[in-house]
């Protein structure tokens, strides 16, 4: 029960953090959004999707093999081992990084010559040393995590995004004078100031705690099992297919950037209208699903060390019993936010972007597409934390390369629908992750013989979903037409009291146990499960 209460606490931990980050996310994207507008932030989206591809080559997969090499020698009870997984990561973490950062700033120019977005120079080379403080970060993250410790991890997200919202908007502010493309940059600089400060904040916290892995390994002989060389060669084997398969969707969206704007532009669109709608897509409606995401990522990156730790003493039963448990919670948490930006897409796109009425409008029918993509998206991430786990990381590889490929060809054919337009990229992302959380699922099944039930992981939030919704949009409407409250409230009047019908019929349903529920008390104030635990009984006692 003792590593059960591990992976809830820790996915809680990781998905509380993740929403205040996203709010932070929100004070950024929305006020930049207003202040420089769907063309600045075209200029700031050609930029930052090479940014995270260069960031997931240089360590999209090193953190999560570092994950589970720890958590697997700390499960043999090979505490000095894992120590030294650490170690080498973190060099070559350092080597990786820095060479990423050279490449992004010294050939800032070349590349945005190639995409036609000359002037995305000043974003490229404000965000390029981001690269050797981020990935360096992450082998830090990578070995809490084996450790089943998931607080580091988070509290240095929450610096690094902090200083990024704060050094981003106040330099934007301060260089807008100068012209979109350098204001922009001082937008792309924040994640380079958020990467500086996250980095500082998880080597305190290491240092803090040295004593404590020093004294885990101070009893167990120091002589290596393993060579520096054989520790590399084992955490390419792990990282390199993650990091493949995390720089598919990257790939796709740096070569969206130049398919979809080429596209439109065969249909009449102008450079800057194309920009625009594009700045529509990702820069104003993508975000927007980035929210639950964060709370299926926790829920991963979760459950990672667990079902590694589990696998390797093979303990089948507690690793399904994870296993399932994880996609339940991701449908729990995926189905709401799909139906809610489904229903009130306008009045959520109207609601953060005020100032721009007509690109909100725009953005509010990407959103509507995407919002299905959030529930195939969160099986991937479940599905594909449980895979790595077992050591089968090259499958969600390959299930979202086929994803992936089949996005290209759909995006190239729809967008050229005039009917379409931009929305045909949407509408190609989504298909993408509907078909590699197919995949993935049929691959769990095949590797670890686990059942989920339709009823309780599918059937059940989409009802309670669709409840929620239908509150949240016809509220709204209600208080829109009939009432002369202004159009923000009534939309997040509608929104919360969806949520709150929500969390209602998801009690009534019991799709959370009070087993799940007594788990939390880790992580949670006792006070606050236990009167979550009254209104379980309440219900229970009712039927």
């Known amino acids: 029960m003792k590593k059960k209460k591990s992976f809830v606490g820790g996915a809680m931990i990781l998905g509380a953090v993740g929403i205040l980050i996203k709010v932070l996310g929100a004070a950024f994207r929305i006020p930049l959004g207003n202040i420089i507008g769907d063309d600045g932030m075209g200029y700031y989206q050609t930029a930052y999707p090479i940014y995270v591809l260069f960031l997931t080559i240089a360590t999209a997969g090193i953190p999560t093999a570092v994950s589970r090499m720890v958590a697997e020698r700390y499960a043999q009870d090979k505490p000095y081992e894992a120590y030294r997984v650490f170690r080498t990561s973190s060099k070559l973490l350092f080597a990786t990084g820095l060479i990423s950062a050279s490449i992004l700033f010294f050939g800032a120019g070349a590349i945005t010559s190639f995409i036609k977005e000359p002037d995305a120079i000043y974003c490229m080379r404000a965000i390029a040393p981001a690269l050797i403080f981020v990935p360096l970060m992450g082998s830090y993250r990578g070995f809490f995590q084996g450790r089943q410790d998931m607080r580091p991890t988070a509290i240095s997200q929450f610096v690094e995004q902090f200083f990024r919202v704060a050094f981003g908007l106040s330099l934007t502010v301060i260089l807008l004078d100068k012209g979109l493309p350098v ?11 958020g990467g500086l400060f996250g980095f500082i904040a998880i080597l305190f916290i290491y240092l803090k705690n040295k004593k404590n892995i020093d004294a885990e390994i101070s009893t167990i002989s120091h002589e290596a099992e393993e060579s520096s060389s054989s520790i590399i060669k084992t955490i390419i084997m792990i990282a390199v297919p993650i990091t493949i398969g995390a720089s598919i969707m990257p790939i796709i969206t740096s070569i969206d950037t130049v398919v979809v ?25 993508q975000p927007i699903i980035n929210l639950p995401q964060v709370l299926t990522q926790a829920v991963s990156m979760s459950l990672v060390p667990v079902i590694a730790s589990s696998y390797k003493r093979g303990d089948s039963e507690f690793m399904k019993e994870n296993i399932v448990l994880s996609i339940r919670y991701a449908m729990i948490v995926a189905m709401p936010c799909a139906f809610g930006m489904m229903f009130m897409a306008g009045p959520i796109m109207k609601l953060l972007y005020p100032r721009q009425p007509e690109a909100a409008l725009g953005a509010s029918n990407c959103l509507e597409i995407l919002a299905i993509g959030v529930v195939f998206l969160s099986i991937v991430h479940a599905t594909t934390g449980t895979l790595q786990g077992i050591g089968k990381q090259h499958v969600p590889v390959i299930n979202l390369c086929i994803g992936a490929v089949c996005k290209v060809f759909l995006t190239i054919a729809l967008t050229g629908v005039q009917a379409l337009n931009i929305r045909g990229a949407a509408i190609g992302t989504v298909f993408a992750y509907g078909m590699a959380a197919a995949l993935n699922l049929l691959a769990v099944k095949r590797y670890t013989g686990v059942t989920v039930s339709f009823n309780t992981a599918y059937r059940k939030p989409i009802e309670e979903s669709f409840a929620m919704g239908f509150v949240a949009v016809m509220l709204n409407w209600i208080l829109v037409n009939y009432t002369p409250i202004d159009s923000r409230i009534a939309c997040l009047l509608g929104v919360f009291a969806g949520a709150a019908v929500y969390v209602f019929r998801l009690f009534n349903a019991k799709l959370i146990s009070i087993e799940e529920l007594e788990d939390m008390e880790d992580v949670a104030s006792s006070r606050l499960v236990r009167l979550l635990i009254k209104i379980y009984d309440k219900f229970a006692s009712d039927k």
Do not use: I, N
Not at 261 to 285: H, I, P, V
């Open 183 to 193: 204001a922009a940059a001082g937008a792309s600089s924040g994640a380079t100031f």
């Open 261 to 285: 704007k080429s596209r439109l532009m065969t249909l009449g669109y102008s450079s800057d209208e194309a920009r625009a709608l594009y700045g529509q897509l990702t820069g104003m409606a």
